[in-house]
């Protein structure tokens, strides 16, 4: 089933090129039947990629979508035109007029700062609040789920030695979790992040239930025990070539950077990384939509 866009939107020439089912709000219009709506809280500076990339991921479903793009008012972009904000995008502000069947709330690279720092952090917040009763799902990704878990539970995020940067080994710490129904016993996922939620202040919530954790003993999945706040500390969204793209552009200002772990072959930066994750992205957005978005929500759901 598709996935409900604009039809000018930029993304939907490369999902449609990848055989992504995407459906232009027209056609939408004229099936009898309620798509999930999604809202997407982008705050990525690099919009235009991180919408294909979780595009590509909603879309591969059973099920129809309605996206909801939104951008965060109090922050300027610099890295997107505002022509693109205001024509595909809604303000924060419309978020509340409405209610949503799930929520993402993606990573942006802000994560050395404090919470309070950030000039959109007390908009941010307020949707937060707002999504506790006015959305089934929300996803929290990276340095949104360490705001999640910030705000909510009041964990606070701690600095890492150095950059955890590469593909790393997950395991499951609970068998029967819909979330990740399907997945290998041993799972890849793309990290990158200065800095880390403790596990043992996460295990002292009694809402919060860890559910995957990774090759260093870090927590990569929580949720919340009514299932509606979802805490991701990777980047299961991300391209193939994304983590090259970051460590080029590290190496190339000349900082700091050590070889992402277990990404280019043999460590050889000239040789081209292969995607090891793709499916278990594909798994972890379709057991999130199906089991705690779509089987949760009713069928008449009003604004």
């Known amino acids: 089933m598709p996935i409900k866009i604009q039809s000018d939107l930029p993304a939907r020439s490369i999902l449609e090129k990848e055989n992504i089912f995407v459906m232009t709000e027209n056609r939408a219009a004229s ?43 109090s922050h300027i972009s610099t890295h997107v035109s505002n022509t693109h904000l205001e024509k595909f995008y809604i303000p924060s502000s419309e978020v509340f007029n409405h209610k949503y069947d799930g929520m993402i709330i993606t990573g942006a690279p802000i994560e050395q700062m404090p919470f309070e720092d950030v000039d959109y952090w007390n908009e941010l917040c307020d949707i937060m609040d707002y999504a506790k009763n006015n959305v089934y799902s929300t996803l929290y990704i990276c340095w949104g789920a360490q705001a999640g878990l910030y705000h909510n539970y009041g964990i606070k995020k701690l600095p890492l ?11 499951r710490t609970v068998e029967l ?3 990740t129904r399907g997945f290998d016993d041993e799972f890849p996922v793309p990290t990158s992040r200065h ?13 919060l239930t860890i559910l995957a954790e990774n090759s260093n003993g870090e927590v990569t999945l929580c949720k919340s025990s009514d299932n509606r706040s979802i805490f991701m500390t990777g980047h299961l969204e991300y391209d193939t070539d994304t983590i090259a793209n970051e460590y080029w ?19 050889n930066i ?10 278990t ?6 057991n999130w939509l199906n089991y705690y978005v779509y089987q949760e929500t009713p069928f008449t759901y009003t604004d």
Request: proline residues 7%; hydrophobic residues 35%.
């Open 195 to 207: 800095t880390t939620v403790s596990k043992a202040a996460i295990a002292k919530i009694k809402d």
């Open 249 to 267: 552009r590290d190496k190339n200002k000349g900082l700091d950077i050590n070889i992402p772990i277990n990404y280019f072959p043999d460590d």
């Open 270 to 279: 000239l040789k081209t990384p292969t995607n090891t994750w793709r499916s």
């Open 177 to 179: 979790e819909p979330l």
């Open 281 to 286: 992205a594909h798994l972890f957005y379709s």
């Open 31 to 73: 099936q009898d039947i309620r798509p999930l709506k999604i809202a997407i809280i982008n705050l990525m500076p690099t919009k235009e990629t991180t919408e294909s990339q979780l595009l590509r991921l909603l879309g591969n479903t059973p099920l129809q979508i309605d996206i909801s793009l939104v951008r965060m008012e």
């Open 161 to 171: 030695d150095q950059k955890m940067f590469g593909i790393y080994k997950n395991h």
